[in-house]
């Protein structure tokens, strides 16, 4: 009796049998965000909402009708009712709900493009570096928000561009503290040291295996300045820097209908909503985005 085991042999074709594919850190963020559906849900309304919203309404947003000045809603087929110049409600607020939101995203991207770069390099290199590049950081903050954001204005005139960059290129200076701090612990991770003996150079690094750990705490902090620039933007447009009529915010209706309370409420209780709707929305988003792309919480 032999005791050698039979041979196995291999019949199938080695170019074309099944390999265990694996998912990138990207492919398997898409999964798990899909699978949060107050996110997706939230995402969803948002996105419909600033881009379908203002065409919704049967009435355009700078139309005013001066036999119906402050109908209350649902009086002269206004749903939402009209404003002290006879306009209807509800197209400035779908209107007014798609330029925060544009402002708030887009001033955002500009303040996480230039915090994420500025503070992983400060924090990655470290030394002498750092110094130089935080206290560049100290001065900036030292400036007041509302002259800087003035002078630009004064500057170069009253854009509706000029604000993202004006709001975005203060925003970026907490962002850049939060990306140091997490860069400085992350360096001396294990990680890091073996992709440093492995010969990546110190860009690759930081692209490849410092930022995407940064996305978790950058995320959450994201979806909080959203709605911080969303109220600074609302700020603006209050002193008449921001947005100008006949274009609308939130924050401009908020303003507008606080003066009109007394005689019509809805102007103040229906924006006040909106904005509310809107803050919650992306609190769910940012639970979601973070879930989604921690690597530790895969």
Do not use: C
Not at 35 to 48: T, Y
Not at 98 to 113: D, E, F, H, I, Q
Request: charged share 15%; aromatic share 10%.
């Amino acid at each position: 009796m032999s005791g050698a085991a039979p041979d196995l042999a291999f019949t199938g074709d080695p170019e074309t049998a099944s390999q265990p594919t694996g998912r990138s850190l990207w492919q398997d963020a898409r999964r798990r965000l899909f699978r949060n559906r107050a996110a997706v849900a939230s995402l969803a309304l948002l996105v419909i909402a600033a881009i379908v919203g203002p065409w919704l309404s049967p009435f355009a947003y700078d139309a005013m009708h001066k036999d119906q000045i402050w109908s209350g809603p649902l009086a002269y087929g206004h749903l939402l009712g009209t404003d002290a110049l006879g306009r209807d409600l509800l197209a400035r607020l779908l209107l007014g709900l798609r330029v925060s939101l544009t402002v708030g995203v887009v001033a955002t991207a500009v303040s996480l493009v230039i915090g994420i770069t500025y503070g992983a390099t400060a924090g990655y290199f470290g030394g002498r570096i750092d110094e130089v590049m935080m206290r560049i950081v100290d001065i900036l903050y030292s400036l007041p928000f509302i002259f800087f954001v003035i002078l630009l204005m004064v500057t170069f005139g009253k854009n509706f561009i000029l604000l993202f960059v004006a709001i975005g290129a203060v925003e970026w200076l907490t962002m850049a503290r939060i990306v140091r701090g997490q860069t400085i612990s992350l360096k001396q991770k294990d990680f890091i040291e073996a992709a440093r003996a492995a010969g990546l150079t110190s860009g690759a690094i930081i692209r490849r295996h410092i930022a995407p750990n940064l996305l978790g705490p950058v995320v959450v902090y994201v979806t909080l300045t959203i709605p911080g620039v969303i109220l600074a933007e609302s700020f603006l447009s209050f002193l008449g820097l921001g947005v100008q009529e006949p274009m609308t915010s939130l924050g401009t209706l908020i303003s507008e209908g606080a003066r009109d309370m007394a005689l019509a409420p809805w102007l103040l209780f229906f924006p006040g909503i909106v904005m509310a709707l809107t803050l919650m929305a992306f609190n769910f988003i940012g639970d979601g985005l973070r879930d989604a792309i921690d690597p530790k919480d895969r």
